[in-house]
């Protein structure tokens, strides 16, 4: 997939279908995330190892794109359990079937280690993306990942290019960070929620 094109004076996030700033959260549905919203946000995400520039990167894309068609082909089956992703996976739970579940889970891993890699990034300002992306790989992925797996990741963080080559691909020098800040607190949340949920024992298989 191409790196999309930025608009003048825009940004990488401008370009995206959905945005996890986006995504509605019901706070008297104990935080029910929207699916679909959420998908597509997820979806967009992707783009950024796009921009990252390396082969490397593509089974980490692939691995969350294959996770989101398995969460979408639940909700394709059976609509009207799965507006949110909680009601999506305990009411497939209940059919004693858990492959949108475990998606949802490998997915909330990928996205978690996504976000703590450029939170990281940016709040260190003399980081290299290799640094913070092997840091959030060895907090998130790594210990759930098989002995064949590993090295496929190891390779992509080592990939990584440099910061001043980066940032300058996502667009405006200045809205890039303010904008980038904003994102990921909500890609936060949204994973803090899921993680809450997939830890309790009805969402368990």
């Given at each position: 997939?191409?790196?999309?094109?930025?608009?003048?004076?825009?940004?990488?996030l401008d370009t995206f279908k959905r945005s996890f700033v986006?995504?509605?959260?019901?706070?008297?549905?104990?935080?029910?995330?929207?699916?679909?919203?959420?998908?597509?946000?997820?979806?967009?995400?992707?783009?950024?190892?796009?921009?990252?520039?390396?082969?490397?990167?593509?089974?980490?894309?692939?691995?969350?794109?294959?996770?989101?068609?398995?969460?979408?082909?639940?909700?394709?089956?059976?609509?009207?359990?799965?507006?949110?992703?909680?009601?999506?996976?305990?009411?497939?739970?209940?059919?004693?079937?858990?492959?949108?579940?475990?998606?949802?889970?490998?997915?909330?891993?990928?996205?978690?280690f996504t976000c703590i890699a450029l939170s990281q990034n940016?709040?260190?300002?003399?980081?290299?993306?290799?640094?913070?992306?092997?840091?959030?790989?060895?907090?998130?992925?790594?210990?759930?990942?098989?002995?064949?797996?590993?090295?496929?990741?190891?390779?992509?963080?080592?990939?990584?290019?440099?910061?001043?080559?980066?940032?300058?691909?996502?667009?405006?020098?200045?809205?890039?960070?303010?904008?980038?800040?904003?994102?990921?607190?909500?890609?936060?949340?949204?994973?803090?929620?899921?993680?809450?949920?997939?830890?309790?024992?009805?969402?368990?298989?």
């Open positions: 997939m191409s790196v999309p094109i930025i608009p003048p004076d825009g940004t990488l986006d995504v509605p959260i019901l706070a008297d549905k104990d935080n029910a995330i929207a699916t679909t919203e959420f998908l597509e946000a997820a979806e967009s995400l992707t783009t950024m190892f796009d921009v990252l520039g390396s082969v490397a990167f593509s089974p980490v894309k692939n691995d969350m794109l294959g996770n989101v068609k398995k969460i979408r082909d639940r909700q394709a089956a059976a609509p009207a359990e799965s507006e949110y992703l909680q009601e999506l996976c305990l009411n497939e739970l209940k059919t004693k079937k858990h492959t949108a579940t475990e998606g949802l889970l490998w997915l909330t891993r990928g996205l978690e940016l709040a260190q300002e003399s980081e290299e993306l290799s640094a913070s992306f092997r840091n959030a790989y060895g907090e998130t992925l790594k210990p759930h990942h098989s002995i064949l797996i590993k090295p496929v990741f190891s390779a992509a963080m080592s990939a990584c290019p440099y910061r001043k080559d980066f940032y300058p691909k996502l667009g405006h020098e200045a809205k890039v960070p303010v904008e980038l800040r904003t994102y990921l607190a909500a890609l936060e949340k949204i994973v803090g929620i899921l993680k809450g949920f997939q830890s309790r024992k009805e969402a368990k298989w």
